[in-house]
């Protein structure tokens, strides 16, 4: 069973919008939330990754919503460039270890 | 430069054949992953590894093995029993502890001939 699902799997915008991506968790020992950025042919690098005790994290055009009695979390990315176009991975990490839980990824597409 | 090495970059298995995937890294990370990649279907953890000489089943395991016979090596065999190998599979280190970065390999890809 998929530990945290992720939506939407694919998701198109123009320059300079903002896409939004979701991922959902029911286990409450998971307690940091990664999001990972893959180019094609290349590994998922680290992008940006929240504890449950922020609501919200910034790191320039990226931003983590966190809303921990809902169990989601989502990633929003502001003026979004072709540059961005992208697989996007959210994960989860129990708080008893390093078993990474990923989510489905999502495809983004930004067209210029 | 420290990171993780993985090679090939593409493989082609014949039916019945082992194929061995290398994975190396520098980064002296006490953990390490294998994962493969199917399109749709995200990053399923095939094995993982605490420290040397150990290793755990991750969800996907049967068809594969592995060995960590030194700390910054951990090859993984698909066999013959994995009838389905065709896929991305990723390798990754991390640190062993709370919110450690998980880095990844560039992957590689196996197809059947």
């Known amino acids: 069973q998929q530990q945290v699902k992720q939506s939407p799997q694919s998701l198109i915008v123009q320059k300079g919008g903002i896409p939004i991506i979701n991922c959902a968790y029911e286990?409450?020992?998971?307690?940091?939330f990664p999001w990972y950025q893959q180019f094609p042919g290349k590994g998922p690098a680290l992008l940006i990754a929240?504890?449950?005790?922020?609501s919200e994290k910034k790191e320039g055009r990226f931003t983590i919503s966190f809303n921990k009695s809902a169990k989601q979390f989502s990633l929003h990315i502001m003026d979004s460039q072709p540059g961005d176009s992208a697989t996007y991975f959210c994960a989860a990490i129990k708080n008893t270890g390093n078993q990474f839980y990923f989510g489905t990824g999502t495809s983004l597409t930004v067209i210029p | 430069d420290g990171g993780i090495t993985q090679s090939p970059k593409y493989l082609f298995r014949k039916e019945g054949q082992n194929v061995t995937l290398s994975c190396e890294q520098n980064?002296?990370?006490?953990?390490m992953y294998w994962y493969r990649q199917d399109p749709g279907q995200g990053l399923r953890l095939i094995y993982y590894?605490?420290?040397?000489?150990d290793f755990q089943k991750g969800d996907i395991a049967e068809g594969y093995s592995v060995s960590r016979e030194k700390k910054e090596s951990f090859p993984l065999t698909v066999t013959s029993a994995q009838k389905n190998p065709t896929a991305f599979y990723l390798c990754a280190s991390s640190g062993w502890g709370r919110g450690e970065k998980l880095f990844f390999g560039s992957g590689t890809q196996l197809s059947v001939l």
């Open positions: 286990n409450t020992a998971f307690d940091y």
């Open positions: 590894s605490q420290i040397v000489n």
């Open positions: 980064l002296n990370h006490d953990a």
């Open positions: 929240i504890r449950p005790d922020v």
